[in-house]
T-cell receptor, first 112, second 117 residues
Framework: KQEVTQIPAALSVPEGENLVLNCSFTDSAIYNLQWFRQDPGKGLTSLLLIQSSQREQTSGRLNASLDKSSGRSTLYIAASQPGDSATYLCAVRRGGNNRLAFGKGNQVVVIP | GAGVSQSPSNKVTEKGKDVELRCDPISGHTALYWYRQSLGQGLEFLIYFQGNSAPDKSGLPSDRFSAERTGGSVSTLTIQRTQQEDSAVYLC???????????????FGPGTRLTVT
C-alpha cells in the first residue's frame, strides 16, 4: 500500500521567506505526482503535476521537484506572501491505478 | 469553463437516514472520482468511474456506500443508514484520460460537508 508522508505538518514563516515543503512516498512505481492547495472549508486546487519521467515543474513562484527513485518530492514557494497561507497536499498516482494516494498536508501560515 | 460542482455544500442528517450527494464533473472529462476527508485524516479514495467500464469500488468502506454515474456524466454517492463515523467532507474529482500529458490530472469540486447527528 502506498504511504505518503508530508513534513512538517505545520509551519509559520514571515512574509518574503521561501517555503520548502517535503513529501515522501513508499512505493516508487508512480505514474505522476500532483501538488494541491486547500483553503479552509474549500476543495482542492491543483498547483503542479509532475509526470514520473520528469524531474521538476515550475509555475510562477512555485517549483516542484521529483526524485522518484528515493520517493521524494519538494514544493518550493519563493518569496512567500500572506495569500499563500493554506494547506498544501501532495498526492501520487500509482502506475496501472487511477486513484490518488494523499499525504495529510503541510499547513502553512505566512505572517505579514 | 465551469469546474466540478457538488451539491449540497452542507448536509446535516440524523443517524440512520440515507443521504445522496451529487457531483457534476467538468464537461468532457471521462473519469470521475469520489474521495472522503475526515477530520485529522488524509483524503481517502472511495470509488472511480472511467467511461463505460465497471467502476473501481475498492475504496468503499462498507456496503452502506454506493455510487452510480448516469450517462457518463453526473454521479451520485449514496450512503444508507448513516452513522456518526460517516461525518466527513466528500470530495468529487474528474479528469481526462488517455495519452495526453495532462491526462489524469484531477480537478476537484468544493466538496459536501456531511454531518451525522
Amino acid at each position: 500500500k502506498q504511504e505518503v508522508t508530508q513534513i512538517p505538518a505545520a509551519l509559520s514563516v514571515p512574509e518574503g521567506e521561501n517555503l520548502v515543503l517535503n513529501c515522501s512516498f513508499t512505493d516508487s512505481a508512480i505514474y505522476n505526482l500532483q501538488w494541491f492547495r486547500q483553503d479552509p472549508g474549500k476543495g482542492l486546487t491543483s498547483l503542479l503535476l509532475i509526470q514520473s519521467s520528469q524531474r521538476e515543474q515550475t509555475s510562477g513562484r512555485l517549483n516542484a521537484s521529483l526524485d522518484k527513485s528515493s520517493g521524494r518530492s519538494t514544493l518550493y514557494i519563493a518569496a512567500s506572501q500572506p495569500g499563500d497561507s493554506a494547506t498544501y497536499l501532495c498526492a501520487v498516482r500509482r502506475g496501472g491505478n487511477n486513484r490518488l494516494a494523499f499525504g495529510k498536508g503541510n499547513q502553512v501560515v505566512v505572517i505579514p | 469553463g465551469a469546474g466540478v460542482s457538488q451539491s449540497p455544500s452542507n448536509k446535516v442528517t440524523e443517524k440512520g437516514k440515507d443521504v445522496e450527494l451529487r457531483c457534476d464533473p467538468i464537461s468532457g472529462h471521462t473519469a470521475l472520482y469520489w474521495y472522503r476527508q475526515s477530520l485529522g485524516q488524509g483524503l481517502e479514495f472511495l470509488i472511480y468511474f472511467q467511461g463505460n467500464s465497471a467502476p473501481d469500488k475498492s475504496g468503499l468502506p462498507s456496503d452502506r456506500f454506493s455510487a452510480e454515474r448516469t450517462g457518463g456524466s453526473v454521479s451520485t454517492l449514496t450512503i444508507q443508514r448513516t452513522q456518526q463515523e460517516d461525518s466527513a467532507v466528500y470530495l468529487c474529482a474528474s479528469s481526462l484520460s488517455g495519452m495526453s500529458y495532462r491526462a489524469y490530472e484531477q480537478y476537484f469540486g468544493p466538496g459536501t460537508r456531511l454531518t451525522v447527528t
